[in-house]
């Protein structure tokens, strides 16, 4: 391991001593966010809604043989990518934007990317009310599986905070990165079956699907949420196995490297 027990104590009465710093991050985050918006925080809700139900008009009658409602499959598929997209883009670019108080004042450096990880799930969080209340309307099924949703939310947490740490270390020194991730969560939505049936893609290719661990996250989410049932323990190891290694990379390069930043910020 990268931590002896002496970094682990440091690291736990660090988290302990700024943990007000981190509420603030967040809280500081969200009104940065929906500031001279109108609609202010609504817009968690409304945003999800209306995309939701355009592309229900534009593929629902496309998909209709395939998908069992269209609309939470698509949903929770949506909200799932969206908050990790945004949680990592946020996070990769948290040190560069904090870089003049982190060349002033000694905070944890992780706190700025994890305020921002934090952030973005309190929209997620608020999200997936709009997610309960289209189930209603679209009679899907309410069961107790719902609450096994836990896992692969925690799943996804934990991937996007090891993503979010790997990114900001990388586009501290490389600030191409910044660009070249953009494209790639273009190819990363499409290759989450968010709008399709994954059973549209050839046979042989639909292994590409099985090495991408935000679809299996979302695979999960949907046996939970769009057809009321347990989903598989493979998918629940990958998923898992996944979100652990690339929390643990992130945070062994953020911390091999935290101690340069300061030179290229």
Known sequence: MFFNNVTEHRFLVNFSKYRYLLNELVKRDIKIKYRRSVLGIFWSFLNPLLTMVILTLIFSTIFSM????????FLTGLLV??????????????????ASIIKKVYVPKYMYSLGVVLSNFVTFALSLIVLLLVMIGTQAPFTWYILLSIFPIIFLIMITIGAGLFLATVTVFFRDIEHLYGVF?????????????????????RWLFELNPIYAII???RFCFTYGQMYELKT????GASSLILLILGIYFFYKYQDKFILYV
């Open 66 to 73: 395939d998908i069992e409602n269209f609309p939470v499959y």
């Open 81 to 98: 990518f969206t908050f990790f997209s945004a949680g990592s883009k946020g996070a990769m670019m948290s040190i560069r934007q904090n």
């Open 185 to 205: 969560l273009t190819m990363l939505m499409y290759g989450s079956a968010i709008f399709y049936p994954v059973t549209i893609i050839p046979e042989s290719y």
């Open 219 to 221: 695979t999960m989410c």
């Open 236 to 239: 629940f190891l990958f998923a």
